[in-house]
Each structure stands twice: as C-alpha cells, then as structure tokens.
C-alpha cells in the first residue's frame, strides 16, 4: 500500500471473509512482525476530531454522525453502497489518508522488520503489485458461513458479503503465496510457521542487504501452467517500481513457452534508453522493489559467433520461493531482439520446441551447475538463430 520504495520488506495479507485472515495476522504477530490493519488505521483516520471525518461531514452533511458525534458507519453505508459515485467520493476522502497513516506506521518499524499490511480488500482494489509479497489465506465457502454463522451474522447477509468480495480465483491470481485454511488452527499455525521460517525471515535479509537468489543447480521442472500469470505479478511489482515512468517489460525465456519444460526461474526483459540509463536510478528502484542487481559484467553470447558480445544488466530476486532473472537490455539491440525472437520462434515451431526440449533434458541429466549447462546449449542456439531469422523473414516477423 505505501509502494515498494522502503528499507522494509512489506507483505499483503487478504482474504475473504470468514477465511481466517485475521488468525493468520496474530501468528505473524506472534513470529515477530509489525502488523498493519487497514480496518483499524480506517478507522482511526475519521475518528471524532479528524480531518477525514470533518471532510466526510462536509461532503456527505450530518446525518451520516451518530447521537455522541462519531462516524455512524452504516448511515454511510446506505449512501454509498447504492451510489457509485458517492462510493469514490468517500473513497478519495479516505484511500489517501488511510495510505499516508500506513506509510507512518511501517517508516517506524525496525529497519529489519517485516511489516504485514492486513487489507480485506487488497485485491479488489488493485494493490497487489505495491506489496514485495501477497499472502492470500483461502477456505471453502461452506466453512466461511459456518464461521461467520457462530459470530451471530445470518446466512442471507453473511451471503451477500462473500458475494461482495473477490472470488478465490481472482485472490489466487494476485497470491504469491495461498495459506489453505479448511483444517483446524494446528495446521494454520504450521502453515504460518514455514512460511515465516523458510520465505519471510530470507526474504528480507536478502531484501536489506541487496542479495539475489541465484539457482546453482540445474533442475528441468515440468510445464507450470501458471508461469505467465507468475510473470504478470513480477512484471506489475516492476512496473509499480518504476512508475510513472511507461516501460516495456516481457517474458521471455523457457517459461514464457507454452508446454516447455525449464528450470523454474522467470526471466524478464526490461528495455532501457542505454545501459547508463540501467545504471542509474532504476537499478536502486529495483533492487528496493526486491529485485537488485547481481555483481559483476554481463553480456549475451552474440549470435552469429564473432560479432562482438551484447552488453546488458543482469538483476535478480531476493524473494527466495521465486527465482528470477531480470534482463535490462537497450530496446532494438541485438540482445533484445534475440530474445524475444528466440521465444516467438519456439512458440511458433513444435519441431524446434521438441528439439529443444530433447537437448534441455539431456544436458540437464549431464551438466553440474547452470554455467556449464548454458554454455553446452550454445552450438545449438547458433543454428537455431538462424532458423529463427529465416522465420522471421517469412513471416514478417517484428518485435
């Protein structure tokens, strides 16, 4: 909610109601995290005295104000549940208020604090890319009723809420991680435990001290389906990162290849004006955004052999359950446009998509670590940019 531009590393937490989001927050809080809730700082921002509830008087008169002068909630409700319009009035007299006070709160944590924003509506609203992490905690509509029915709510309204808010589809789009919770608080509770041991805790001192997970072996996982979707998470937290600047940022690589096996890092293209520009502010913006550079030179192999290497900024992830290789390349260099006529191609021909496949798993079965499995692919790449520039000229190909 406050951008991806802290010292801290900042986890969503939604989930519909009656999911056991809150139980969810008071584990995290019991591991050690700073826990944000969105309904409480809501609250608090037109609280009796404040500026928000005086602007909300003045824009929507007195009657939505209780006998002792407080915010009669659902007064308000029944103006803006059935005006849209009075909903993004409220919304503007509240959304901005409700993110300064967060920013507040998570700029006073610990520098090596992890902060867990509890948001019910993090996904309707779109704030899912402002987060280094999304945690979604997802149950069987059956069992949320049950739930909301043994806090007094009957079924009718506790229908018409659920029917309100995202469904679990649209929640597991946006998830980075899915806390399934239809067993009982034990399973819960080891759920919450691993997540905070194995991802959070690495996660954030990689975040601080601006360190990439890097894959060291190499693995051919099978086709995962949900690659692209991973790639448009990755690819709107970057593009969050960055704005307002308007970049172009693709997916490329074995994963962006449907039905293609590969090692399950993401790699993503970002174009740039010229290698200072990747220099610059951006490479601080990234990295502040969980994604920084990994030391060193990098170029691509040029393709044909002999032209001269394509110079480029290699960054990483510092999320430790999500590798990721984020290529910075100038637009329209031969760099960039190799990779993204490697991909087209492979999409387009099953014979060279099998082929590839072939030499991936046997190399793979061959090859100790991922340098010597890249480089052993490199005969194979030089004939297939060929092929690949001869599509291209069928086919009028562009990038």
Same mark, same amino acid.
């Given at each position: 909610?406050?951008?991806?531009?802290?010292?801290?590393?900042?986890?969503?937490?939604?989930?519909?109601?009656?999911?056991?989001?809150?139980?969810? &927050?008071?584990?995290?809080?019991?591991?050690? /995290?700073?826990?944000? =809730? %969105?309904? !409480?700082? $809501?609250?608090?921002? @037109?609280?009796?005295?404040?500026?928000?509830?005086?602007?909300?008087?003045?824009?929507?008169?007195?009657?939505?104000?209780?006998?002792?002068?407080?915010?009669?909630?659902?007064?308000?409700?029944?103006?803006?549940?059935?005006?849209?319009?009075?909903?993004?009035?409220?919304?503007?007299?509240?959304?901005?208020?409700?993110?300064?006070?967060?920013?507040?709160?998570?700029?006073?944590?610990?520098?090596?604090?992890?902060?867990?924003?509890?948001?019910?509506?993090?996904?309707?609203?779109?704030?899912?890319?402002?987060?280094?992490?999304?945690?979604?905690?997802?149950?069987?509509?059956?069992?949320?009723?049950?739930?909301?029915?043994?806090?007094?709510?009957?079924? &009718?309204?506790?229908?018409?809420?659920?029917? /309100?808010?995202?469904? =679990? %589809?649209? !929640?597991? $789009?946006?998830?980075? @991680?899915?806390?399934?919770?239809?067993?009982?608080?034990?399973?819960?509770?080891?759920?919450?435990?691993?997540?905070?041991?194995?991802?959070?805790?690495?996660?954030?001192?990689?975040?601080?001290?601006?360190?990439?997970?890097?894959?060291?072996?190499?693995?051919?996982?099978?086709?995962?389906?949900?690659?692209?979707?991973?790639?448009?998470?990755?690819?709107?937290?970057?593009?969050?990162?960055?704005?307002?600047?308007?970049?172009?940022?693709?997916?490329?690589?074995?994963?962006?290849?449907?039905?293609?096996?590969?090692?399950?890092?993401?790699?993503?293209?970002?174009?740039?004006?010229?290698?200072?520009?990747?220099?610059?502010?951006?490479?601080?913006?990234? &990295?502040?955004?969980?994604?920084?550079?990994?030391?060193?030179?990098?170029?691509?192999?040029?393709?044909?052999?002999?032209?001269?290497?394509?110079?480029?900024?290699?960054?990483?992830?510092?999320?430790?359950?999500?590798?990721?290789?984020?290529?910075?390349?100038?637009?329209?260099?031969?760099?960039?446009?190799?990779?993204?006529?490697?991909?087209?191609?492979?999409?387009?021909?099953?014979?060279?998509?099998?082929?590839?496949?072939?030499?991936?798993?046997?190399?793979?079965?061959?090859?100790?670590?991922?340098?010597?499995?890249?480089?052993?692919?490199?005969?194979?790449?030089?004939?297939?940019?060929?092929?690949?520039?001869?599509?291209?000229?069928?086919?009028?190909?562009?990038?």
């Amino acid at each position: 909610m406050i951008g991806l531009t802290g010292p801290v590393l900042m986890v969503g937490l939604t989930g519909g109601i009656g999911s056991g989001k809150s139980a969810v &927050a008071a584990r995290l809080a019991t591991l050690g /995290a700073v826990v944000i =809730d %969105a309904d !409480r700082v $809501a609250r608090e921002v @037109v609280a009796p005295g404040s500026e928000g509830l005086a602007e909300i008087v003045a824009a929507f008169s007195d009657r939505v104000l209780d006998a002792d002068g407080a915010l009669d909630r659902a007064a308000l409700g029944a103006i803006v549940f059935a005006d849209e319009a009075a909903r993004r009035r409220l919304e503007a007299i509240t959304h901005p208020r409700v993110r300064a006070r967060t920013a507040e709160l998570a700029a006073a944590a610990a520098p090596d604090a992890i902060v867990v924003n509890d948001v019910p509506l993090l996904v309707e609203v779109g704030l899912a890319p402002t987060y280094h992490l999304v945690v979604v905690v997802q149950t069987e509509v059956t069992t949320r009723l049950e739930r909301l029915a043994r806090r007094g709510m009957d079924r &009718a309204e506790a229908e018409r809420r659920i029917a /309100a808010q995202a469904d =679990d %589809a649209r !929640r597991r $789009a946006a998830a980075d @991680v899915v806390l399934t919770n239809d067993a009982g608080l034990p399973e819960l509770h080891a759920a919450v435990d691993a997540l905070w041991r194995d991802r959070l805790v690495p996660y954030e001192v990689n975040l601080r001290e601006r360190r990439a997970v890097r894959p060291r072996q190499v693995v051919l996982c099978e086709a995962d389906p949900t690659w692209p979707q991973q790639y448009a998470r990755l690819a709107a937290r970057i593009r969050h990162a960055l704005a307002p600047a308007d970049v172009r940022i693709d997916h490329i690589g074995s994963t962006a290849v449907p039905g293609l096996a590969a090692k399950d890092v993401i790699d993503i293209q970002l174009s740039v004006s010229s290698l200072e520009e990747a220099d610059g502010p951006i490479a601080e913006r990234l &990295a502040a955004a969980g994604f920084p550079r990994l030391p060193g030179e990098w170029w691509d192999d040029p393709r044909p052999p002999g032209s001269g290497r394509w110079a480029k900024r290699l960054h990483g992830s510092a999320d430790p359950g999500r590798p990721v290789y984020l290529h910075l390349r100038v637009a329209e260099s031969p760099g960039w446009r190799h990779a993204l006529l490697m991909r087209d191609h492979l999409r387009a021909d099953p014979d060279q998509r099998a082929a590839y496949l072939q030499l991936k798993r046997e190399l793979a079965a061959s090859a100790p670590d991922s340098a010597t499995y890249g480089t052993l692919k490199d005969p194979w790449f030089d004939e297939e940019h060929l092929r690949a520039e001869e599509w291209a000229a069928l086919t009028a190909w562009r990038p």
